[in-house]
């Protein structure tokens, strides 16, 4: 039976952030959803249990028996630790990309300063500013949020800093594999991530940034690819 593979995606960005993945996962049903606050649920306000509950509603959409990987990238992947750690039986594995940096280490406090300079700065300038580096790394206008995205992230950023301790890994029942980026600013606390896994792995995709997805889509949907014929097979 294929296996059904759920992207959740990361902050100031949406399911379109995975519109390649289909076809780069030709032999999995893909399923992306967007998170509360961004892409078509942008006027939504973010909360983990809402966030969690969006996850769970796109898992509950599996074919009766049919193996279910969980994808994650950063803000995504912090959720869907949260998701594993509540439900993960439903999960026949889970992968985090970019989301094994400890959100209340010191690390923390630069996203909590650009939270606070969020609430105070125009939107609109802060996108433009943002954007313009993004396409530096290789993004498409398609892949860019407009301002609007920024209404939530605040609310998002303390969700994560609140509820997505690493201690959550120990939870996760299923195995799990880390993909990070080799300048990944959230790689950061990676090994501490693995040793408290149960059943984990860590890959890093060379000259990838915390947009990895985005940037090498390719790269990381063969591991994906990888990862989910070897634990839907054993």
């Known amino acids: 039976m294929r296996p059904l593979v759920v992207l959740v995606h990361g902050s100031l960005s949406s399911a379109e952030q995975w519109a390649d993945y289909q076809d780069l996962l030709p032999d ?13 649920r942008v006027a939504e306000p973010f909360t983990t249990d809402a966030a969690v509950a969006l996850i769970g509603e796109a898992v509950a959409q599996r074919s009766p028996n049919q193996p279910v990987v969980l ?13 594993a750690a509540r439900y993960g039986d439903a999960l026949t594995g889970m992968v985090l990309i970019g989301a094994s940096g400890d959100p209340r280490s010191p ?15 125009n939107h609109d300038k802060l996108a433009a500013i943002r954007n313009a ?14 301002a609007a995205a920024y209404a ?12 997505c301790p690493p201690e959550l890994m120990a939870s996760a029942t299923c195995p799990v594999l880390f993909i990070n980026g080799q300048f990944d600013q959230m790689r950061l606390n990676e090994r ?3 040793t408290l896994t149960k059943d984990g792995e860590l890959i890093i995709i060379p000259r990838a ?9 390719r790269q990381v949907a063969t591991v994906i690819q990888q990862f989910t014929d070897r634990i839907s097979t054993s």
């Open 133 to 146: 580096v993004a396409r530096l790394l290789g993004l498409t206008s398609q892949q860019l949020p407009g």
């Open 209 to 217: 940034t915390h947009l990895a997805p985005l940037t090498h889509p």
């Open 71 to 83: 994808v994650g990238h950063s803000l995504g992947g912090y959720m869907a630790s949260v998701y």
């Open 107 to 121: 690390m923390a406090s630069i996203y909590r300063g650009y939270a606070w300079l969020v609430d105070r700065v």
């Open 152 to 163: 939530n992230l605040p609310a998002a950023w303390q969700a994560v800093i609140d509820d």
């Open 28 to 40: 999995i049903d893909v399923l992306t959803l967007d998170l509360p606050g961004h892409g078509s």
């Open 192 to 194: 501490r991530y693995l």
